[in-house]
């Protein structure tokens, strides 16, 4: 009997402590509808005979897969690049703007083949200098520039063309021989290496906007980055003319 009463008492300590932790959390627990998908804005497609849309992995330049989680352009000719991104939220803190600005622009430095420093009225200056930063009603907007040396990847044809070499060249079964494991390190190695280094210009712009980041990527070469300003500004205003309509309740 008193076996019994001790495992019903337990039973009761438990279950009243587990409506506790309930009541507690639930509480705390920040609304998730207040951070739902649909509430991400997108700005409008670019038109132009000179642009066409590509898919993240035909990018030639090293950058960094979240410059480019939503939306990616390339120059006919150039191979420049519109992008369009956005980043990640915590549904348990407000990103801090200072914080997310320099994260993006050390992501800009950090593929070996890229050499660009940030400038600001056609002087090299530090990043804080060249940061240009507006406070709005309803959100942040933050614009710096880059210049310099920018690698190019291999084409996606031109690699798949050595592979099927590579392949040809190998045994279908059996071990690999000392010979073949070394041209397939190097056939990999290969597909690593830029093909060319190309002078660009970079404008980055950056918002932030009901604690979500939106990224604007700009690269051209300097003898078209005027050319194609207008139409990245185009672009970018296409968004933020959304961040300025206040919503109704």
Not at 17 to 26: E, H, P, T, V
Not at 108 to 126: A, E, I, M, T
Not at 167 to 181: I, N, R, V, W
Request: with cysteine.
């Amino acid at each position: 009997m008193l076996c019994r009463y001790r495992h019903f008492s337990s039973n009761i300590i438990s279950l009243i402590l587990i409506m506790a932790c309930s009541a507690i959390f639930g509480c705390a627990m920040p609304k998730l509808s207040d951070y739902s998908i649909t509430e991400i804005k997108m700005p409008i497609p670019i038109r132009s005979s000179d642009w066409k849309e590509i898919n993240i992995s035909q990018n030639r330049f090293f950058i960094s897969d979240d410059f480019m989680n939503k939306i990616v352009y390339e120059r006919v000719g150039t191979n420049g690049l519109i992008a369009f991104s956005v980043g990640s939220r915590n549904i348990f803190e407000d990103p801090k703007f200072e914080i997310k600005l320099k994260q993006i622009y050390r992501k800009l430095l950090l593929p070996p083949h890229n050499d660009l420093r940030v400038y600001s009225s056609g002087k090299f200056v530090s990043f804080e200098e060249s940061l240009s930063r507006n406070n709005y009603k309803f959100f942040d907007r933050a614009v710096f520039f880059l210049k310099g040396e920018m690698g190019l990847k291999m084409k996606l044809s031109e690699k798949k063309e050595k592979e099927v070499q590579l392949h040809a060249m190998e045994p279908f079964s059996g071990p690999y021989t000392p010979k073949e494991l070394k041209r397939a390190r190097d056939f990999r190695n290969q597909l690593l290496d830029i093909v060319d280094k190309r002078n660009c210009k970079v404008k980055v712009i950056v918002y932030l906007y009901k604690k979500t980041i939106y990224k604007f990527l700009y690269i051209n070469i300097p003898s078209y980055y005027e050319k194609d300003l207008q139409l990245f500004h185009a672009f970018e205003k296409s968004l933020s003319k959304q961040f300025l309509v206040k919503v109704k309740k």
